[in-house]
């Protein structure tokens, strides 16, 4: 008798990756999966890509998760505190939410308004410290999945002393996955093929979250919607603060990691590579004309961006082998 | 101590997946793979999805199948039968390419020159009693992946004497990896993003195995270049040929079937739904105007279409349970 | 001083092409471009490719429509036909949706409810004496997309009694922008991307008229979503009725058309080649295992398809030169 | 009598797009199209969307165009200053190329090789004083694509004195066109969609042409391929280095520009708009984070990025209207 697990919010893009991820892990057992709108409905009308998968979606209520012993929380921004607090303090809880990432309410309130619920542990078990922070947890914050991109780019670089926390440069491009499966015109097919489409430029709600991660104090982030449904690209600069090989700092970081894969030397990250599974891929140099720190960080932001990520927690929160359940290797082409 | 298998051409696009696949089956030791121009190059500078994975490609040679158990040949067609002939009988092995499919030897050598080398058992597990053929061969012609695609849509309608053998018509979209990993122009992707190509137009090599597997008797078969890196769409329409609901009859047909889901009435199969998956959608329906059946049939050419197929035949002729190391839910959005 | 030309219905994809076409116009003078709930916006908030053009959009009623000489209306289907009734005698109208394409009532009401509203000259200058019709009306019905497409290839075969009018099978795939700008999750980005999706399988409503228009006497239709904004490929097969290459047959009917090129033998139409185009591709053959003739007809389905033969129309109607303000070659790759 | 004009390397994607410009222009006749390896075919056969342009590749030689007023060269990098100096010194010339555009060799020498042929005024018409400079001249080095792009949203910010020219950080994403027709697997539709590829990281052959263009003295570029055919992204940041509103400098320097546009406050470019047209798309703004400039830039790299500017500059050679043939208005969706 495994683990039995619950994912609140199934309906999304991150729902329907997480209930692929959990029907494939030999120790969880999914035992309710949740929706608002979509409450009632089968989850093949929902997630045809689950055809033969036999569940019911039920309305998103405390009752409907009472059976699980590790609930996954995949619902808009701001609406995970409410639920968490009528969970039972022994169920183990994932976040994938924004609504415990921050420490400091001041930007949390700015970008996203109303209370500020508290800080959980972050989950991103890659930063120094982190897994065993997890390990011990029975609430966790799941990354977002530009402060996961960003942050596994960035913050060895600045632990390290090799580049400065001020003035760092990001450009990351996603996929539309990330923007939601909500209806509106501007993420219908016909206006995002064939294009490249910046949105938030000068001030987006993920910088406090990568400032806070990476160890970063300024920070510019501009992010890009891309042509395909899944991935993130980041480019991130930084100005050297001392002696080192940005790639050696990297490579020893993530040494042994079994889902940070810094490249061979001249080759560069590139998102289909990590789509479908939960890896990050990295390369850094240093740039010939500006002497800029250049890394490219790619993921999958539905992967290790998000429901893979958030698995991974849930195997250290349970005791479980860290990888079990995901795969490191991506579905290409 | 596992079963060992290798691949022989592992440097394309099925070959790439079949490593995937292997590296996560937990029978398959995966001892070998190998390449003709790529050889001696680390797989992940062949296959960067494969990131974490040590092995360096060998050259095509007998010598380096030696110690597998079990052979994948993944190579361009006429080159399977010289390199199999070279192998010890006692070692299984699995054919992706079109040398050992056909019975008849007139449209091998119309349509593929040379000498026709012979025929295996064919390797479509869902055809009645073929499962049983497939786990007692050690050589296993696999199913071309338009074969699969309309075959699994057309054969139970042709054997229940639903849907006349003679005037079916065929029009089939794939995804661009189906055309192989060769660098030509007109594969490109500023030449396929954002077209529709139709190509073989009236004479397409793979209509004698459609016929073979399917039971029909004239098929008329336009197969378009679709712009998208997976995936293949069939839309068959026959002439009906007695009663009875088409719909019923390939539902009773693929009962209990773990990876043919025939959608419930009124959804329709989409190839996204299939990405990454070894499952086939099927969906029927007669048309108000005409009269005809038409079947609709989705799959993902590299998975049930080649590598899925393959590692489910593989399984079937090593005792083992059909479905390991494979899923039937695909990777979406 | 030109003919003053106005747009009701300006803000979805045909209106906001023929805004581009009517702006580069030599002749027609673009007066007024009306919308429903984007009334009151500048033009280029609701058609960013428009950056430059100073144009509010007015909200769709006869008086904002009452300086222009010739009127289009792209309108969602049933509403052109009161604003039509509204219009004085003497302005000419081009109506681009299915209102008045139908000469009978009955496949009218059965696909699209309500009542009847007439039938006006059809708009497919192409076909035998309706180049002199168009040109003699002030009101003209433009074809729909899939209708054009089928039509131009299907025709003449049928007219030249080489083709059975019987048993026709179409399978035709449109991009995304035929499927109109409304907000709708399964035209997302994310459902649509690296998806081929069928629709209205077994009964769709512009097949009646096809048939009206192309002389066939049963058509099965299936229609394919395809991941890409624009194009249709249409492959449209039928029994031989007679002695005659259908290849020939088609250079014969198109022979001096500026818009309907028959390739060279052995080179089929793919749909990117007439992007931004007036243009249709037709390429013919016979099929070797069916004996089935096939034809492959490829057009963009906002040129040809609508706002392209719109303008020719309008030309015609305006006693204009009929290719002016339109191109013949498309915008590729 | 028109203008008589020839296209040098017809046979690749800005060669293509030059003929689809110069065939609808009213002044110039094109009186010859020369290739390498498809000397001698059909145009059609290489550029399937000018179906019914009657036209046959010369092979490129000086005979070839022996009759052009006006000759563009779509050559590879190296090869138009041979061909150039073999030209009648009457002949006016536009180079698509990059051989003729740095005034110092040193970088020219380090990232292409061989000898820096000359300097040839610089084809940007929106930079203070060109147009003139262009006017006059009769060999003009059209801009790069990159260059284009980037100097558009830059150089006015740097010559007014509100942005540094020291540490300018940009990352840049190209359609595919911009990497050209040659067959490569990297360029490959399966590799390609769904993926977002950085390449040449930390040192860009066009560096030294931005800078060189732009004033900035120190200029980190990363260049990524992004899965659709056209279109240029640029996101360049720069240091602030004195009061003043980056958008109100862009408005003013680009007031009357019949192609650059600075969009409306809370608009931003996005490529798609600008596809097939002559335009360039601007935006700006101070990030609240960093406090760096933020401004995005987006254009068609073969049409404002390659062939149209190269028409816009034969117009400007020729005593034409700059506009002349060209559109503003992007082909979207």
Not at 103 to 113: F, H, K, L, Q
Not at 128 to 137: C, K
Not at 289 to 295: A, E, Y
Request: overall charge negative; aromatic content about 4%.
């Amino acid at each position: 008798m495994g683990i039995r697990v619950a994912v609140a919010g199934a309906s999304g893009y991150a729902g329907g990756e997480l209930l692929r991820l959990l029907t494939g892990h030999p120790e969880f057992d999914l035992v309710a999966a949740t929706a608002h709108s979509q409450a009632g409905a089968h989850v093949t009308a929902v997630h045809p890509q689950l055809a033969g998968l036999d569940l019911t979606l039920s309305a998103t209520e405390p009752a409907a998760l009472a059976d699980a012993d590790l609930v996954f929380l995949a619902l808009p921004h701001g609406q995970s505190a409410a639920l968490a607090a009528q969970l039972p303090a022994g169920v183990r809880v994932v976040d994938l939410g924004a609504d415990f990432r921050l420490r400091d309410p001041e930007p949390w309130v700015r970008y996203y308004g109303g209370t500020h619920a508290g800080t959980w542990t972050y989950g991103l078990p890659e930063l120094p410290g982190q897994r065993e922070l997890i390990a011990a947890s029975d609430r966790v914050a799941n990354t977002g999945c530009y402060a996961a991109t960003i942050t596994l780019a960035l913050a060895p670089l600045i632990a390290a002393g090799i580049a400065s926390p001020a003035d760092v440069v990001v450009v990351a491009a996603s996929g539309t996955s990330g923007a939601g499966r909500s209806a509106k015109v501007n993420l219908l097919a016909s206006e995002v093929m064939g294009d490249l489409s910046p949105y938030k430029v000068g001030a987006h709600q993920h910088v406090p979250e990568i400032k806070q991660a990476s160890g970063a104090t300024s920070l510019s982030m501009t992010p890009v919607l891309a042509p395909m449904p899944r991935g993130i690209l980041a480019t991130v600069t930084a100005v050297p603060a001392g002696e080192g090989d940005p790639r050696a700092v990297l490579e020893q970081a993530y040494a042994g990691e079994p889902f940070v894969h810094v490249l061979p030397a001249g080759r560069w990250p590139h998102t289909a590579a990590t789509a479908g599974s939960n890896s990050c891929h990295l390369q850094a140099t240093v740039d010939v004309d500006s002497g800029r720190i250049v890394v490219v960080s790619a993921l999958d932001n539905l992967g290790k961006g998000a429901a893979g990520q958030a698995v991974q927690c849930a195997n250290l929160m349970s005791g479980l082998p860290e990888t079990m359940g995901l795969s490191a290797y991506g579905v290409a082409p």
